[in-house]
């Protein structure tokens, strides 16, 4: 007599699955009840005073008061630099803005970059 695997579900494996899982719930359950009526509450000790921590932050401000701080290296622009700067326009939120260049300086530049590509083009690169 060996019973052989069926097309279906097998019912009594689940119903003892089933069973099992009901008793672990029951115990459980139980358990927790058992210790929720024997636990004594630990009283808690009593916490550090707050004095101890002010006075270790006045101790350590005292010590920030004393350290040197690091000294800042500011760069110095040259006379070009300070020149071509000049007065920078200012936006409506207060920043600068960046200096525009001369129109002339922008018309012989694109006047160059059309040559180069003219010269490009005649090769039939582009």
């Known amino acids: 007599n060996v019973k052989l695997g069926g097309l279906g579900p097998d019912y009594e494996a689940i119903k ?3 069973q099992k899982l009901k008793l672990q719930k029951e115990y459980s359950r139980q358990i927790k009840e058992y210790n929720m ?3 004594t509450f630990v ?4 916490k550090k005073p707050q004095v101890t921590s002010s006075v270790s932050r006045q101790k350590a401000l005292e010590y920030a008061k004393k350290i040197p701080r690091p000294k800042t290296f500011m760069t ?4 070009k630099e300070v020149k071509e700067e000049g007065v920078l326009p200012q ?3 207060g920043t600068s803005l960046p200096q525009i260049p ?4 922008l018309r012989s530049r694109h006047e160059k970059e059309k040559e180069v590509v ?3 083009k005649a090769l039939h690169i582009l």
């Open 16 to 18: 003892e699955k089933k």
């Open 118 to 120: 003219a010269a490009f």
């Open 43 to 46: 009283q808690r000790l009593p």
């Open 91 to 93: 936006s409506a939120d």
């Open 37 to 39: 009526k024997n636990i």
């Open 76 to 79: 110095r622009k040259s006379k």
């Open 102 to 105: 001369s129109l002339e300086i």
